[in-house]
């Protein structure tokens, strides 16, 4: 595969960054990466984080993050509110999801403008717990020159609070470090697993963790962003022993992804290798369901 190719790859929608009918309204947002990230910051507000907005998320409002298609996404945003998508809405009228769903828009946003661009599963390390590397995803775009990561939710208001000393919209590769490096890292004993994942929650992090990011980063790659509790494959329990081959598995994986230049290349193996490749249903571990990947329509 050529750098063309590679590039214009990821400027394909793939099944759950294809805008649809509503390809028109992301044209409308300005092209240039900071416009899109304020753009999706108007649009869009953390569930676990509307204090930080003065209101209280209601339990109905909850099941948004669930959504997985960028075209259900836009159609819940335009049905409540037929302003042009560049037009921020109230914090508290804001598409209610976590930080997959802004990595999923600005990806979308990105592509329909022509720009390379994928979703990267991995760990940030710029939250309160600054010993702990924190579950998270962002964008990743060609500008020309190198692929760029960048946060579209780390807002003004999340930049103050966290106190974030570095631009949102140019993520330093040590603060948010991609699935394929963190194993790397762990590893080498280099990163200690069992501060990788959710903080304060007993049993949600370690290496099964930082495994099971691997594979939705390898899916990204491939064009199928699932959502941060999707579960298929091989994905590895918390109770689970990660065994020589599987061990094997994910060195070869890592290796090719932490390196943004040579990541499309897993690529081939997200096609051929039944333990990485999304099927039409996967396990919601939240609501503990088989759900399609795609709905019926």
Not at 29 to 47: C, E, S, T, Y
Request: hydrophobic share 40%.
């Amino acid at each position: 595969m050529s750098a063309n190719e590679c590039l214009a790859y990821y400027t394909q929608p793939g099944p759950l960054t294809d805008a649809g009918a509503h390809r028109d309204a992301l044209l409308s947002v300005p092209g240039d990466i900071r416009g899109i990230l304020a753009a999706v910051q108007g649009l869009l507000v953390h569930q676990a984080l509307t204090g930080l907005y003065g209101f209280e998320l209601p339990e109905d409002r909850k099941d948004t993050a669930h959504f997985r298609e960028t075209t259900g996404i836009l159609d819940r945003i335009l049905t409540e509110d037929r302003r042009p998508l560049a037009e921020p809405r109230e914090p508290e009228r804001r598409f209610a999801c976590t930080c997959r769903t802004f990595t999923l828009l600005t990806v979308a946003a990105l592509r329909a403008h022509g720009v390379p661009a994928r979703a990267r599963c991995g760990f940030g390390n710029y939250f309160p717990d600054a010993d702990w590397h924190i579950d998270h995803w962002v964008a990743e775009h060609w500008n020309g020159e190198r692929w760029i990561l960048s946060d579209a939710q780390m807002d003004p208001v999340q930049v103050k609070e966290f106190g974030l000393d570095f631009d949102p919209a140019d993520v330093p590769r040590d603060r948010f470090v991609v699935a394929g490096q963190a194993w790397t890292a762990y590893r080498a004993g280099e990163l200690d697993a069992d501060k990788c994942g959710l903080p304060g929650i007993p049993g949600e992090s370690g290496p099964w963790w930082i495994a099971a990011n691997l594979i939705r980063d390898v899916a990204s790659l491939s064009n199928m962003e699932l959502l941060p509790w999707d579960v298929w494959g091989r994905m590895p329990e918390p109770e689970d022993e990660i065994g020589p081959d599987l061990t094997a598995l994910f060195d070869e994986l890592a290796a090719a992804t932490a390196d943004p230049d040579t990541a499309a290349e897993v690529r081939s193996r997200y096609a051929t290798d039944a333990r990485l490749r999304v099927p039409d249903q996967v396990l919601n571990a939240v609501r503990q369901a088989t759900e399609p990947v795609i709905p019926a329509s």
